[in-house]
């Protein structure tokens, strides 16, 4: 028997701040740990205490959705700007247009081809032979040939995920488009923009409710779900276990913080597609908000290892070998009582913001319509 009516929340994240809104406002008095000292999870922003400009503390984050109630949702927490993100990157000592598009397919190869041309000449550069392509390496060839390959990806990705495209599933590319106009959108999305005031403000107006209460520096053990009606996790699932079936791999990132007079690059977001250079990208944080004035700037130059166990969990590595130890964590996850797991962490995948966002609402819809049907939680 649960010894509490309460329900509890582990992370103070995107999943667990909507979840916990959701059960609030039905009229749940729920209880939201989250072992770091900052609501947000790793979308958290703050203002860098020397600039004054709003800082993307773990990376860019940039909201963008087709997703109408979720645009509705965020939009009811905080004031979104207009924000489009335009992506450039440095190949060879020249700087190119993201995602690959017209543009960049003309810079690239000296010419000046018009949408229809360079469909024709992209699709002469592309390995035919690779019918169904599954590793990320295959399914750039098949779309966009050696060179671009080459240029644009292989080398960022081999800094970004540690191991040769060759062994990354296709899946991973296939978050980017290539285009035969000049579109430079970085997403297809019809909804895009940047909170006002930074994420955890918004995410700290969707916990501002009476039912609920935020317990920040408070680590959640798993003895201690014996104090809640439910438990929603939203930690890393391995961590919930343990580590008993071992630690599921991730890729962490280190920031090298720096600061500059005036306007460093130009632009929010320059990746480097060289593998001799160390780092993935430089993001300058004031771009994010172009509609706040800065004189000073301040960017990070980003680098990507493998995570260890004192290092923040990012990137999930979905290899082989991790979906076979990951399906025998579901496995056990399975079994316990009382206990959703969700988010990135809890469920161990690559999740946009939107779709974490759409899956919370799901669960505590789901959660709320089972309770009301008086079933065993
Ligand atoms: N990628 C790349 N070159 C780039 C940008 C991305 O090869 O200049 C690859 C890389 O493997 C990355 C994936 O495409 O992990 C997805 O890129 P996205 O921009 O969605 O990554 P995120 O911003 O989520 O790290």
Request: hydrophobic share 35%; proline share 4%.
């Amino acid at each position: 028997m649960a010894s509490s009516d309460r329900i509890g929340i582990v992370g103070a994240g995107l999943s667990g701040a909507v979840i916990g809104r959701a059960l609030a406002e039905a009229g749940h008095r729920v209880e939201i740990l989250d072992a770091r000292g900052h609501v947000a999870g790793n979308c958290h922003t703050e203002r860098d205490a020397e600039t004054g400009v709003m800082v993307h503390v773990y990376g860019p984050h940039i909201f963008h959705t087709d997703d109408t109630e979720v645009w509705d949702y965020v939009n009811r927490f905080q004031t979104f700007q207009p924000y489009k993100n335009r992506v450039k990157t440095t190949s060879g000592g020249q700087v190119y247009s993201l995602p690959v598009n017209l543009h960049t397919i003309n810079q690239f190869f000296g010419k000046a081809f018009r949408p229809d041309e360079a469909r024709a000449f992209i699709e002469a550069q592309a390995d035919r032979s690779i019918a169904d392509p599954q590793t990320f390496e295959e399914q750039a060839l098949r779309f966009v040939g050696r060179a671009l390959y080459e240029a644009f990806f292989k080398g960022y990705t081999q800094k970004q995920w540690g191991c040769s495209p060759t062994e990354l599933p296709a899946s991973i590319l296939k978050r980017l488009p290539v285009r035969f106009n000049y579109d430079d959108n970085y997403f297809f999305h019809k909804y895009q923009g940047m909170p006002e005031n930074g994420y955890t403000d918004m995410v700290a107006r969707i916990l501002d409710h009476a039912n609920v209460t935020v317990r920040l520096a408070t680590r959640f053990h798993r003895a201690d779900g014996d104090g809640y009606a439910h438990v929603f996790y939203s930690g890393p699932l391995d961590g919930y276990f343990d580590y008993a079936l071992g630690r599921l791999g991730y890729r962490t990132l280190d920031f090298e913080r720096f600061t500059y007079e005036g306007d460093y690059q130009g632009c929010a977001v320059m990746n480097y597609g060289d593998f001799a250079v160390p780092y993935t990208r430089i993001t300058e944080h004031k771009h994010f908000s172009p509609w706040e004035e800065h004189e000073g700037s301040v960017c990070y130059r980003e680098f990507s290892r493998e995570c260890g166990p004192d290092d923040t969990p990012y990137y999930p590595i979905r290899l082989v070998r991790e979906k076979e130890q990951l399906a025998r964590y579901v496995a056990r996850a399975e079994q316990e009582r009382a206990v959703t797991f969700v988010g990135r962490l809890g469920t161990y995948r690559y999740l946009d913001m939107d779709l974490t966002i759409r899956e919370a609402l799901d669960t505590a819809r789901l959660y709320l319509a089972r309770r009301a049907q008086g079933a065993a939680m």
